[in-house]
């Protein structure tokens, strides 16, 4: 079954350092998503990406935050600046449009100390 | 009040129990439901999803809507110890780009 791949399963960086955050979303898929889940919280939107460009992002999503595909598989999200709240795990996700095949990856576990 | 409210649990049942979880939501906008798993520390794994109000069935998971009530169920048959996990309820908006808003998610556990 198609899966949307994460890399790495976890990193740990400094906080103040640049992290970047991989993703390789379904073959198939036209739309794609970043979410990101504090430990023993829900599971929040930051970003959706469709046709090259942000279509819809979140609160959270402010300067410190980007995404880019920079070719026709990755998808990836960097992190500035990392902050100490930045700690949690981001997961990546990908659809053909609507909620049929809304695929997660089994995340990234970002730890800034 | 928050757009999607779930019981956190925990939710403990011996095997073998009929499971219900649930979700209530305040916007009136989403049009489509979603049930995920997820296991500690893994992604989210959809498991159903669903338009209109009703009942759909897939194997012992049965998804419920009542739109006019704003209210979803879940409910597991024959629930079995491989069904505990962490069930997050998730909506979305047709034409919102389909950005998914999560429930906190309940936690279940099957026992022997």
């Known amino acids: 079954e198609p899966e949307v791949t994460q890399t790495p399963s976890h990193q740990v960086t400094q906080m103040g350092q640049e992290v970047i955050l991989r993703c390789v979303p379904i073959?198939?898929?036209?739309?794609f998503y970043w979410y990101r889940q504090i430990l023993g919280q829900k599971v929040e939107f930051l970003v959706s990406f469709y046709n090259n460009e942000i279509s819809e992002k979140s609160e959270i999503f402010d300067d410190q935050f980007s995404v880019e595909r920079p070719d026709g598989s990755n998808f990836t999200l960097k992190i500035r600046s990392t902050k100490l709240e930045d700690s949690a795990m981001y997961f990546c996700a990908s659809t053909q449009g609507g909620p049929s095949g809304y695929t997660f990856g089994s995340g990234t576990r970002l730890t800034v100390v | 009040q928050k757009e999607v409210e779930q019981d956190p649990g925990p939710l403990s049942v011996p095997e073998g129990a009929i499971v219900s979880l649930n979700c209530t939501y305040s916007?009136?906008?989403?049009?489509?439901f979603m049930w995920y798993r997820q296991y500690s520390r893994k992604g989210p794994e959809l498991l159903m999803y669903?338009?209109?109000?009703g009942n759909k069935e897939d194997g012992r998971f049965t998804a419920q809507v009542d739109k006019s009530s704003k209210y979803i169920s879940l409910f597991i048959r024959d629930s079995q110890p491989s069904d505990s996990a962490t069930y997050l309820c998730a909506m979305g908006r047709a034409g919102g780009g389909n950005k998914l808003t999560f429930g906190t998610g309940t936690q279940l556990k099957v026992e022997l």
């Open positions: 669903t338009y209109s109000s």
């Open positions: 916007n009136s906008a989403f049009q489509y």
């Open positions: 073959s198939n898929h036209l739309y």
